[in-house]
Each structure stands twice: as C-alpha cells, then as structure tokens.
C-alpha cells in the first residue's frame, strides 16, 4: 500500500524559513517522480515543483523559483521542500504526490498524479 506523508508545516513569519518533508512507503523514489503542490483557501490547486525519479533534476515553478529548492534522501525514502523568504501569498495546504511521470505540464495544471498525501498546513502570518 502507498502511503505519502507530509510533515514539518507551521506558522512561519513573513521572510522566514521552513522544511517541510514528504514520507514515501509502498514505493521506490527511483520510479516515482515526487511533486509539490499547494492550495490556499479559495484558490485551486496548484504546482510548486517536483524531483525526477529518473536523474534527480527538481523543477520549480516562476512563482517559488529562486526561493525554494527540493531534494531527496533515498535510503529515507523521503523528499524535502524547503522553502525559504516565505510571503503571505505562500499560505497554503501543502501536498506531495507521486507519479511515475511528473511534467511541467502537471506542476501548471495541479496534477494529476496517481497518489497524493494529506497535506501540511503552512501558515504565513506576522
């Protein structure tokens, strides 16, 4: 069965920094590319960037390019965002979701993708 988990999400300040970490189980990070995505209330889901199962290359969209990275620990069978000088408009439930072909073209439309977590919630507030 897969699973995936996220953890580490939080109040954070305006500038500030937080990790957040996603737990895969029932499925090998090696065929499984990893994505990032976020929804705010109201808004619709939307893209943050992924890690390729293939070579490890992450992609991150326009709006967090820059600011955030993601990365991955194979023998954890875990992927990270970190997100770092976080703005109000970062406020959002954060998932990660697997699929064995993750594409900028998923990141622009929300998905789809063939497993998803819970999500975290990220609060950004002064």
């Known amino acids: 069965q897969v699973q995936l988990v996220e953890s580490g999400g939080g109040l954070v300040q305006p500038g500030g920094s937080l990790r957040l970490s996603c737990a895969a189980s029932g499925l090998s990070l090696d065929s499984y590319s990893i994505g990032w995505f976020r929804q705010a209330p109201g ?7 992924y890690i390729s199962s293939s070579d490890d290359n992450t992609y991150l969209t326009n709006v967090v390019r820059g600011r955030f990275t993601i990365s991955r620990d194979n023998a954890k069978s875990t992927v990270y965002l970190q ?26 439309f929300g998905g789809p993708a063939d497993y998803w977590g819970k999500g975290t919630l990220v609060t950004v507030s002064s």
């Open 43 to 49: 808004k619709q889901r939307e893209g943050v960037g």
């Open 83 to 108: 997100m770092n000088s976080l703005e109000p408009e970062g406020a959002a439930v954060y998932y990660c979701a697997a699929d064995e072909d993750i594409t900028s073209a998923t990141m622009m």
